[in-house]
């Protein structure tokens, strides 16, 4: 049995995904000094975006704190209750403590690959559970910028391979 969402709890999610992707690119950026501008960008744009979410949630009233979305199958609650029982990936594990001083920078940019990956997957499930009054293209605008550091990282990774 799932548990139903309300948009204040995805927003709470949406949130933790950001602050962990910020600690991991500032912990990258102490680790890896050759790549400090890169990794720090990268940090004030996942704080950025959970400021956005922050705010999001914030304006949050009345019906929208419920699940917004028309959704009879309930897929979309089922995937978000995937994500926060971690069967994707961890929201509540600091994911800077998978950086052991010991991947060589490849291994770094992959792993930052994979994590926005995941926050894609995640933010989609957002998205189709969030009206439009609620934000939706607030995700969408994330969702693209997210994009942009997968293809940011992509390129960097070619670059020192």
């Excluded at 948009?7 to 000094?33: L, V």
């Excluded at 960008?41 to 699940?67: C, I, R, W, Y």
């Excluded at 933010?123 to 969702?143: F, H, P, T």
Aim: aromatic fraction near 8%.
């Amino acid at each position: 049995m799932t548990i139903p969402f309300n948009a204040n709890e995805i927003f709470e999610m949406a949130q933790e995904i950001e602050r962990n992707g910020a600690k991991f690119y500032r912990s990258a950026a102490n680790i890896y000094p050759q790549f400090i501008n890169l990794f720090t960008d990268l940090a004030s744009m996942e704080d950025d975006h959970e400021k956005t979410f922050k705010k999001m949630q914030n304006e949050l009233a009345g019906p929208e704190v419920d699940p917004p979305v028309f959704d009879p199958d309930g897929e979309a609650e089922m995937y978000l209750q995937v994500m926060a029982d971690d069967q994707v990936f961890d929201t509540k594990t600091d994911p800077s403590t998978l950086l052991n001083k010991n991947e060589a920078p490849g291994d770094v940019l992959r792993m930052a690959i994979t994590l926005e990956k995941d926050s894609i997957a995640f933010y989609v499930g957002l998205r189709e559970s969030v009206s439009q009054k609620a934000g939706k293209d607030k995700i969408d605008m994330i969702i693209r910028q997210e994009y942009s550091h997968i293809v940011t990282l992509s390129k960097k990774l070619s670059e020192i391979e």
